[in-house]
């Protein structure tokens, strides 16, 4: 899966820091908003890195799954959350291709992963979000407005990538770590 120089050993060498520079120290609001919507019994984060969102919501009663593709963010996962009496499952795997993960997932959610896929990969996380999803249920992201890759990103663009198969029920500016940036809430629609 991956050779010098990719995105992989990019985030191996972040991870491998005492903190990153996008790590979250605040679960965000949104996140907590959409675990006490409904009762939900199972979670799956996409690009979880250390985990402290899945910690989060294994916390609050859920069986939560984390995966990255980041073998030294998921050893800091697991290290971490050694320590807590409900853990969260977490899985070193690519969000275009989860194969090892059967659903469904009552919620999924994604704070920062999706704006760094090209728009094939786009294609591939879509269709593995719909495969593991529950019909009727949220796929939540954050993603920067300009991705790292400049590919831009709005809510006519995400919409369009997660036709047909999602509804964009709300889109939300954001100034999260401080760059331009929305909250997307995606309804799964049967099919």
């Not at 899966?1 to 050993?9: E, F, L, N, Y």
């Not at 059967?102 to 896929?117: A, R, Y």
Request: include cysteine; hydrophobic fraction near 40%; charged fraction near 25%.
């Amino acid at each position: 899966m991956s050779r010098p120089g990719t995105a992989v050993d990019f985030f191996d060498c972040a991870y491998r820091l005492p903190f990153t520079i996008w790590g979250d120290i605040r679960i965000p609001v949104e996140l907590k908003s959409l675990v006490q919507q409904n009762a939900h019994r199972t979670s799956l984060e996409l690009g979880c890195g250390i985990g402290r969102f899945s910690r989060y919501l294994a916390q609050q009663g859920l069986h939560a799954t984390g995966v990255d593709f980041s073998p030294i963010a998921i050893a800091k996962a697991r290290k971490r959350a050694a320590r807590d009496d409900l853990r969260p499952e977490f899985l070193v795997g690519d969000v275009t291709h989860l194969d090892a993960l059967k659903g469904p997932f009552d919620i999924c959610f994604d704070v920062g992963c999706f704006h760094c896929l090209t728009p094939d990969m786009q294609q591939g996380y879509v269709s593995e979000v719909f495969r593991l999803l529950k019909r009727g249920s949220v796929h939540l992201i954050w993603a920067m407005d300009k991705a790292p890759s400049d590919i831009p990103l709005s809510p006519d663009i995400v919409k369009e990538t997660f036709a047909p198969g999602f509804e964009l029920q709300k889109a939300q500016k954001s100034r999260r770590r401080i760059v331009r940036s929305h909250w997307y809430w995606l309804r799964r629609l049967p099919g």
